[in-house]
Each structure stands twice: as structure tokens, then as C-alpha cells.
T-cell receptor, first 115, second 109 residues
Framework: DTGVSQNPRHKITKRGQNVTFRCDPISEHNRLYWYRQTLGQGPEFLTYFQNEAQLEKSRLLSDRFSAERPKGSFSTLEIQRTEQGDSAMYLC?????????????FGEGSRLTVL | AQRVTQPEKLLSVFKGAPVELKCNYSYSGSPELFWYVQYSRQRLQLLLRHISRESIKGFTADLNKGETSFHLKKPFAQEEDSAMYYCALSGRGSYIPTFGRGTSLIVHP
């Protein structure tokens, strides 16, 4: 297992376009998280899945953002009608409820640039 | 609401000097505290958790509930310690950590 995998690693798009990011968690992990990180800031929570159920969403998350985790395996994060303020690194992480409590395993991130 | 504050954006020391990266938190219950590290061109990874009371790569961190702090310390910094360090907090029963803005540690030769 190579760890959490995210793609694409980089995405450049024009304002108003839709983008989708994919995250493949570590195979036995039932928890999956999406965070966003901008320059000079720490990771900011977006949403959390336990298996296929989306259990929590940040109140800061615009309705242009939607995430899914069909069958409790990989997850996708879609941003519709992108804005320049959406430019950021989008981080996916996974964890197991059987492992060391609280340890998140992060992917390398998907960097979004909105022109 | 839970909040993590890392007051220093940048900490610059010489090799062999002691290091202390500050972390203060705000949480009404009993928190779980973590330090994550991101080395250059690598992914974010867990360094240590307060509940484990362990020393990793010479780093230790003690939870001080009175001062609501969880500072990360190392007595003798090494060049390979240069990285971004993030303090994070999970509320009891929550699986979602809140991160601080991070401190960049630079260790000069």
C-alpha cells in the first residue's frame, strides 16, 4: 500500500469551470477527511466520511462544494462554478477506528489554481 | 468551539540549540492534542500525540491544562528537523482535528 493517493496533483482552471478531485484512502481505513490549505495557513476542515456516510460538513463550506464516497472506498470532491478564492491545496486524509486514535494519514494534496 | 493558536510563523535556530514551538488551545472539555510535521516535499504526517507520552526524534510535548498549552520541545536541534510543524486538537469523542496555522522551523548549520 502506497498510502493515501490523490489526483490530479495539479489543476489549473478558468473561473466558472467545474473541477473534481479524487482521493484513494489506505484500503482498510473507514474514515476519510477533506481539508483545504491556503498559503500561510494550516489545514482547514471541509468534510468527513465514515464508510460511505458523510457525517460532518464545515459550515464554511459553500454549496458549490460537494463530496461523495460511494461504497466507502474512494472519494471525490467536486467544486462547481469555481472562483479565484477556491485556489488552494486540497488535502485528503484517512484513518482507522482500529488504529492509533486520532492519527490521520494524509495524501500529497491536489493543488487548484483558478485563473 | 475549539481553537489552536501557534503564535510563531517562523522559528530560526542554530544546530545544537534548544527548540520550543508554542501551541495554545481553546476547548471546554478534555482535548486530545497532536503535533504533525511536514518536511520539504513530503506529506503531512503525525509526529506525536499527548496521550502516548512518547518522545519521537528527540521531541517531546507536555499537555498543560492549566495554561492550555502543548508546546513541542527538543533539547538539541538538528538540521534535519527543519520543517513545518502543526499543532492539532480533537475534542473528546470527535475524530476531526482542528489545526493551527503552523510554525516553520529552520535549523541553521
Amino acid at each position: 500500500d502506497t498510502g493515501v493517493s490523490q489526483n490530479p496533483r495539479h489543476k489549473i482552471t478558468k473561473r466558472g469551470q467545474n473541477v473534481t478531485f479524487r482521493c484513494d484512502p489506505i484500503s482498510e481505513h473507514n474514515r476519510l477527511y477533506w481539508y483545504r490549505q491556503t498559503l500561510g495557513q494550516g489545514p482547514e476542515f471541509l468534510t468527513y466520511f465514515q464508510n460511505e456516510a458523510q457525517l460532518e460538513k464545515s459550515r464554511l463550506l459553500s454549496d458549490r462544494f460537494s463530496a461523495e464516497r460511494p461504497k466507502g472506498s474512494f472519494s471525490t470532491l467536486e467544486i462547481q462554478r469555481t472562483e479565484q478564492g477556491d485556489s488552494a491545496m486540497y488535502l485528503c486524509a484517512s484513518s482507522s477506528d482500529r488504529g492509533r486514535g486520532g492519527e490521520l494519514f494524509f495524501g500529497e494534496g491536489s493543488r487548484l489554481t483558478v485563473l | 468551539a475549539q481553537r489552536v493558536t501557534q503564535p510563531e510563523k517562523l522559528l530560526s535556530v542554530f544546530k545544537g540549540a534548544p527548540v520550543e514551538l508554542k501551541c495554545n488551545y481553546s476547548y471546554s472539555g478534555s482535548p486530545e492534542l497532536f503535533w504533525y510535521v511536514q518536511y520539504s516535499r513530503q506529506r503531512l504526517q503525525l509526529l506525536l500525540r499527548h496521550i502516548s507520552r512518547e518522545s519521537i526524534k528527540g521531541f517531546t510535548a507536555d499537555l498543560n491544562k492549566g495554561e492550555t498549552s502543548f508546546h513541542l520541545k527538543k533539547p538539541f536541534a538538528q538540521e534535519e528537523d527543519s520543517a513545518m510543524y502543526y499543532c492539532a486538537l480533537s475534542g473528546r469523542g470527535s475524530y476531526i482535528p482542528t489545526f493551527g496555522r503552523g510554525t516553520s522551523l529552520i535549523v541553521h548549520p
